[in-house]
């Protein structure tokens, strides 16, 4: 497949009513290996259901589907997270964490969901700050949090308060309990490839396809227009990334003509560097 059909596959699941999360995950992996085929993606999909497969059979409630899915990705699979993972692409592309076992937390909370979601268990992700956990039972009861970055450790209240206080230095608000919707998960994965990109220049290809994917979601910050346009200019692109600079101006015309100025102003010099 063309990176067109890629990104055309990434954009149509994004907007279904029911987004596939490991596919979306899947298709950011396809876009950074330049993949031409979905053997892959299939692999990746295979192993989800294979380790589901393994997940005893309806353990309980939620506490007992938290520590049979902890022990068996976190304990007999080995899957779980370092600092070190911090400071690698692969940390944040779900067929490099199935392979490789390691992963940030977003990227083994989705593994943990995924696995768990296919042996039938009441799941979902808790993108509370700074790291990002998993929920077992059902959305709106007591939550059951559980950290794959941990080895799937099951956590305490004073757990999560201590991890968002760590964040943020805040304490823990209720709201942050809430489950975290497909499309918002992985905008954040994408917005963590971004960050990654960001503070290695020479990355800047890594960090436009991500722009380029969040900017296929139906709902992103409009400043990823931006961004987007920075990044043609920084890779010599002057002529699209001017282009880019002037439609965002536009935009941001209406609320705020010095800063619209100011876009237009960057977009002309990025012109002058043709000559």
């Known amino acids: 497949m063309t990176e067109s059909q890629w990104r055309d596959q990434f954009a149509e699941e994004a907007r279904a009513e029911r987004p ?13 290996q330049g993949a031409r085929d979905g053997a892959g993606i299939d692999a990746a999909q295979i192993e989800l259901d294979r380790l589901a497969g393994l ?28 600092p070190a993972d911090y400071q690698r692409l692969e940390s944040s592309l779900l067929h ?8 940030l937390p ?7 969901m995924e696995v768990a979601r296919r042996a039938g268990a009441p799941v979902y992700g808790v993108a509370l700050p700074g790291h990002f956990v998993v929920g077992f039972g059902e959305p709106g009861a007591e939550p059951l949090l559980a950290d794959p970055f941990d080895g799937g450790r099951v956590l305490t209240g004073t757990d999560a308060s201590l991890l968002v206080a760590g964040a943020t230095g805040a304490p823990l608000d ?13 905008l954040r994965i994408l917005n963590n490839i ?27 910050p409009a400043r990823l227009r931006y961004e987007r346009a920075q990044l043609l200019v920084q890779r010599a692109d002057f002529v699209r990334g001017a282009a ?8 941001v015309d209406a609320v705020d003509r010095g800063a ?12 002058a560097r043709l000559n």
């Open 20 to 32: 596939d999360l490991a596919l979306l995950c899947l298709l950011i992996g396809a876009e950074a």
């Open 55 to 82: 997940v005893p059979y309806r353990p309980g409630g939620p506490l007992a589907w938290a520590r049979a899915v902890g022990e068996l990705l976190g304990e007999r699979c080995g899957f779980r997270g370092a």
């Open 96 to 103: 490099e964490v199935l392979r490789r076992r390691r992963g």
């Open 106 to 112: 977003i990227l083994l909370s989705v593994l943990w």
């Open 174 to 186: 209720p709201a942050m309990l809430r489950p975290a919707s497909t499309l918002d998960i992985v």
């Open 194 to 220: 971004r960050a990654w990109a960001a503070a290695r220049p020479e990355q800047s290809g890594v960090a436009l396809w991500a722009v380029e994917l969040s900017l296929l979601l139906p709902s992103h």
């Open 244 to 251: 880019e600079l002037d439609a965002y101006a536009d935009v």
């Open 260 to 271: 619209a100025e100011q876009v237009r102003r960057e977009a002309q010099r990025a012109r």
